[in-house]
């Protein structure tokens, strides 16, 4: 019977101030969403730094005449510059792309954009020196040793571009961090509110119940609960939304990078690795939020 009167007045409190438990529940779905949208974009650069790691390369940039003139790489100076670059401490492999293979991997990277391939020319690719490094954070041994060079045109340094690419990914993480965090304090303002007006419109019934012997913890727990639920639904709202959110528009979004390998893809399986963590944080802040309101504003 006690646990059955819990539950009735649980949906009696959230029926009866439907509005504000609707505004409550949207503002949590919402903070909850961009809290999960930050979340993802953290495993999407976790992947990707993952996926680089192992691959992160200089590109030393042969000039327009030996790319023009020296395809496989047997004259000087490509010859003394391949086996500088060899002989040099913590280079681990060495691979000279000409020029014509240069165009080809260009085309490969970007297939899924035709419109910048009609206008690429294989005369703007220069011939390369791929070089993988045992540490990839030792860029600058390369740099030094062979920037200014006869026959080099210059020294790029993936890592680099990288490193600013992540910066960018990580800065719309904190935007979003930053407006969850808003939204959340909204949505501790509007769970408080909620259970003040509820407790309000219910005050003679728990008057009553206290009369008769009921406990404090016994009349505050229906509250308690219609908090946890509303944060609940909010969850699910938001879990709900990031699915949607992926279907009909992040994946068309980042379609050309995704295929052309630049990013990793956020798959329903991220989505789903991240919704605990948002199922936690609802369940948290509505019940600490819905405690500390009836201690400190409410007298039941």
Same mark, same amino acid.
């Given at each position: 019977?006690?646990?059955?009167?819990v539950?009735?007045?649980?949906?009696?409190?959230?029926?009866?101030?439907?509005?504000?438990?609707?505004?409550?529940?949207?503002?949590?779905?919402?903070s909850?969403?961009? !809290?999960? &949208?930050?979340?993802? +974009?953290?495993?999407?650069?976790?992947?990707? @730094? *993952?996926?680089? #790691?192992?691959? %992160?390369?200089?590109?030393?940039?042969?000039?327009?005449?030996?790319?023009?003139?020296?395809?496989?790489?047997?004259?000087?100076?490509?010859?003394g510059?391949?086996?500088?670059?060899?002989q040099?401490?913590?280079?681990?492999?060495?691979?000279?792309?000409?020029?014509?293979?240069?165009?080809?991997r260009?085309?490969?990277?970007?297939?899924?954009?035709?419109?910048?391939?009609?206008?690429?020319?294989?005369?703007?690719?220069?011939?390369?020196?791929?070089?993988?490094?045992?540490?990839?954070?030792?860029?600058?041994?390369?740099?030094?040793?062979?920037?200014?060079?006869?026959?080099?045109?210059?020294?790029?340094?993936?890592?680099?571009?990288?490193?600013?690419?992540?910066?960018? !990914?990580? &800065?719309?993480?904190? +935007?979003?961090?930053?407006?969850?965090?808003? @939204? *959340?304090?909204? #949505?501790?303002? %509007?769970?408080?509110?909620?259970?003040?007006?509820?407790?309000?419109?219910?005050?003679?019934e728990?008057?009553?119940?206290?009369?008769?012997?009921?406990?404090r913890?016994?009349?505050?727990?229906?509250?308690?609960?219609?908090?946890?639920?509303?944060?609940?639904?909010?969850?699910?709202?938001?879990?709900?939304?990031?699915?949607?959110?992926?279907?009909?528009?992040?994946?068309?979004?980042?379609?050309?990078?995704?295929?052309?390998?630049?990013?990793?893809?956020?798959g329903?399986?991220?989505?789903?690795?991240?919704?605990?963590?948002?199922?936690?944080?609802?369940?948290?802040?509505?019940?600490?939020?819905?405690?500390?309101?009836?201690?400190?504003?409410?007298?039941?």
């Open positions: 019977m006690r646990t059955s009167f539950f009735s007045e649980v949906i009696t409190g959230l029926r009866r101030n439907v509005t504000m438990t609707i505004a409550m529940i949207l503002t949590t779905a919402i909850l969403g961009l !809290l999960g &949208g930050g979340l993802l +974009v953290v495993r999407m650069v976790d992947k990707m @730094q *993952a996926n680089y #790691a192992g691959k %992160l390369e200089v590109s030393v940039l042969l000039t327009n005449d030996i790319s023009a003139n020296d395809k496989d790489c047997t004259q000087q100076p490509c010859a510059l391949r086996s500088a670059l060899d040099t401490s913590g280079v681990e492999s060495v691979v000279y792309e000409n020029r014509d293979a240069g165009f080809e260009f085309k490969r990277i970007f297939e899924a954009q035709p419109e910048l391939l009609k206008l690429a020319r294989p005369e703007a690719i220069p011939a390369t020196f791929r070089v993988k490094l045992e540490d990839p954070e030792r860029t600058d041994v390369i740099k030094q040793a062979f920037e200014g060079k006869p026959g080099v045109k210059g020294v790029d340094d993936q890592g680099k571009f990288l490193e600013r690419f992540f910066e960018g !990914l990580n &800065g719309m993480r904190d +935007v979003a961090l930053i407006l969850a965090l808003i @939204q *959340a304090f909204a #949505a501790l303002l %509007l769970i408080s509110n909620t259970i003040q007006v509820s407790a309000f419109t219910r005050r003679v728990v008057g009553i119940m206290r009369l008769v012997g009921a406990t913890w016994y009349t505050q727990l229906p509250f308690l609960i219609e908090a946890v639920v509303a944060g609940i639904i909010g969850s699910v709202t938001a879990v709900g939304g990031l699915v949607l959110f992926k279907a009909f528009f992040l994946d068309r979004i980042t379609r050309n990078l995704t295929e052309s390998g630049i990013i990793p893809p956020i329903y399986l991220d989505i789903l690795i991240v919704s605990p963590w948002l199922f936690l944080v609802a369940i948290v802040i509505s019940a600490s939020t819905g405690y500390v309101t009836l201690r400190l504003y409410v007298r039941l």
